[in-house]
């Protein structure tokens, strides 16, 4: 059932678009903890799903909600983040521009990008945008932060300078809600990052979905509000974000689909399966 305008006839496709492993510490709060009675657990290693999300709307023409990692990646991020969040699994049909082709369209055919916040392994594929004017829209704070953690370095890592760049067209939104089209709602989610946004999609015949980005990586951080990891950066807002999202979910009837969970995104039908 869906509680909204219902203007989407197709879409999302869910694009798969990489995958990761790192230790399970990074996205749930005292994964693989050593205690007295059992000072050296088993460090348990997480695989991961990177995945973007491309939609055909009726009055926007084709919206890419993230964009992953970007080509070589591990090469661009260099040692040693490359081997603590490695690249693994891989094949050339992941890239970005051969994931679009999947779903019957190329990269050029996109008028807008979403990112739901700036790190790494969501912005990377920005590089396919460069030197075009297709709108690159980001929250205010996250657009702000981003910059700032490269410029001064408070943050580098996460963030890198490979994509902030001033040949993209970068326009940024601002507030806790933005309706950016009809039947596509942003809002404003900060916690995992401060300006991070997850996107809502009402369509008219499965309804409400919610993706999260990364402001829950896999369904623990969701579903137990298990609080994520080393990559939290401030957990009050993500305590505030995460009742925003869960109520958000519960009154549309939301399928809630996050960041990296590779097990979430097994039960969907991945492109180029058009859901409406
Ligand atoms: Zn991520």
Redesign the pocket.
Known sequence: MSTSIDLINQAPQLLHIGNLEAEEGWFKRGGGTSTLSNPKPDRERRK?M?MSVLIEHPTEGLILFETGSGKNYPEVWGAPINDVFARVDYDESQELDQQIERTGHSVKDVTMVILGHL?I??AGGLELFRGTKVPIYVHEAELKHAFYSVATGSDLGVYMPHYLTFDLNWQSFHGDFLEIAPGLNLRHAPGHTPGLCIMQVNLSESGTWIFT??MY?VHENYEDNHPQGWLARDHDDWVRSNQMIHLLARRTNAKVIF??CAETLSKYQLAPHAYT
């Open positions: 991961l990177v790190h392994d969501h980005s990364d990586h960041g990296h």
